[in-house]
């Protein structure tokens, strides 16, 4: 890293201000769907989480998981995530929040603290935080950790930056396997998807309607597996 800094400093500064910036996607941030008892979802994390790269959130991963999930379940659905968070704005955003009852929490972080240089160990006490406050705070009995997204396979970024970002995108990945494996109530959902450029976004880095459409499936897939209780009517007592 140190031998290359001359080099992935200018690609860096050269990415960042060629990058096409798109907007949060619009549309309501919670909602319910159906009869009460409902099972209660809590999204929370960056840029992919709010749904950047599409234009209404009924196509982001919120209203994905929402229409996977609604289908003979009653639903309430909230949704706190802003571009740029990184795991430590993450985690203070969900100790800032209200206590809340939450069933099923999906947590999409990772590349921004991939990209800023935060310290893999910081990262893995940041994430640890925030299962540990969605567990304690907010109830949540089955958290899905999205894994960090190959960043060597992102066409926006030049080599060697590509190269670089990927492998330590890769080292976060595996912590983060690591730190579900140690929580109960969590669980690693690989991105183990070939990047297909067709299907992201015009900006080359965040997700398409159509990946926004597979991870969602993939997330009610990874919990039905995890806790099969939530999906067995009522969802609780």
């Keep these: 890293m140190a031998l290359l800094a001359p080099v992935l400093l200018p690609q860096a500064i050269w990415v960042a201000s060629r ?29 992919s989480a709010a749904g950047v790269g599409v234009d209404h959130q009924t196509d982001a991963l919120a209203g994905r998981l929402v229409h996977h999930l609604g289908a003979g379940h009653g639903l309430s659905w909230s949704l706190e995530a802003k571009s740029g968070w990184t795991s430590r704005q993450a985690c203070h955003a969900l100790e800032q929040l209200a206590p809340a009852a939450v069933d099923l929490a999906v947590i999409a972080v990772g590349v921004n603290d991939v990209k800023n240089g935060v310290h893999i160990t910081k990262w893995r006490r940041n994430y640890a935080t925030i299962l540990d406050t969605l ?33 330590r995108a890769s080292r976060f990945d595996a912590v983060l396997a690591n730190l579900c494996r140690d929580t109960p109530t969590a669980l690693q959902l690989p991105f183990d998807a070939p990047v297909d450029t067709a299907q992201m976004a015009q900006d080359g880095f965040h997700p398409g309607a159509p990946v926004y459409d597979i991870w969602a499936g993939k997330v009610v897939e990874a919990a039905r597996g995890h806790a099969p209780h939530l999906f067995s009517p009522p969802c609780r007592q």
């Design 135 to 167: 567990r304690r705070r907010h109830g949540a009995t089955c958290c899905v950790a999205s894994g960090v997204p190959p960043l060597g396979a992102f066409p926006l970024l030049p080599p060697p930056l590509r190269g670089v970002l990927g492998a």
């Design 19 to 47: 990058a096409m910036r798109l907007p949060e996607a619009a549309g309501p941030r919670s909602g319910i769907l159906g009869p009460a008892p409902g099972l209660r979802v809590l999204i929370v994390g960056d840029s």
